[in-house]
């Protein structure tokens, strides 16, 4: 099965891409990191259509990058991430997507703008709450070890437009 932007496995997918991208990083050790949280397993896609499903997102994502760009630059807007976080509509996934995704913007041990920009936005649309997450995440064995939220300051969204964008150098 093809997961495209339009199926939840998909789009999970294709979260799960923005996350490892947000920060700059996508190569063998990011897909690591994926095999050690058994993120395959929780997007429900293998290991090798998620790496398809990655390579044609980057090329979709470079190819609606501006033209006057020197190098490939891959830019999404708050906008572009809510339909995507749309087309998952099982709480449980989401519950899931989020944990994987919050485990991912906690691996390096930093939060960047693009990181936290995913983050809030996907608490934001599925109506979760951060604490929550991270108990999910961390389980009962590591209490009163909580995130703190990302330092990026949220603005409503009608000013909030395309120049918050997650962007990062191509793969």
Do not use: K
Not at 92 to 101: D, E, K, P, Q, S
Request: aromatic fraction near 4%; glycine fraction near 8%.
């Amino acid at each position: 099965m093809r997961s495209n932007e339009r199926t939840p496995e998909g789009a999970a997918a294709r979260l799960t891409v923005l996350a490892l991208l947000a920060d700059g990083d996508f190569g063998v050790t990011e897909i690591g990191l994926l095999e050690r949280l058994r993120a395959f397993d929780v997007l429900a896609i293998g290991r090798s259509e998620f790496l398809d499903v990655a390579a044609a997102f980057c090329t979709e994502l470079r190819g609606d990058a501006p033209a006057r760009e020197a190098r490939p630059y891959l830019s999404v807007d708050a906008h572009r991430i809510r339909r995507l976080l749309a087309r998952i509509d099982d709480p449980a996934t989401r519950r899931a997507i989020a944990c994987l995704i919050l485990q991912i913007v906690r691996a390096d041990g930093r939060i960047c703008a693009g990181e936290s920009l995913l983050l809030w936005e996907m608490l934001d649309a599925w109506d979760l709450r951060l604490a929550d997450v991270a108990a999910l995440t961390l389980g009962a064995g590591a209490p009163g070890v909580l995130p703190r939220a990302p330092r990026m300051s949220r603005r409503p969204p009608r000013v909030a437009g395309p120049r918050h964008a997650i962007g990062a150098p191509a793969i």
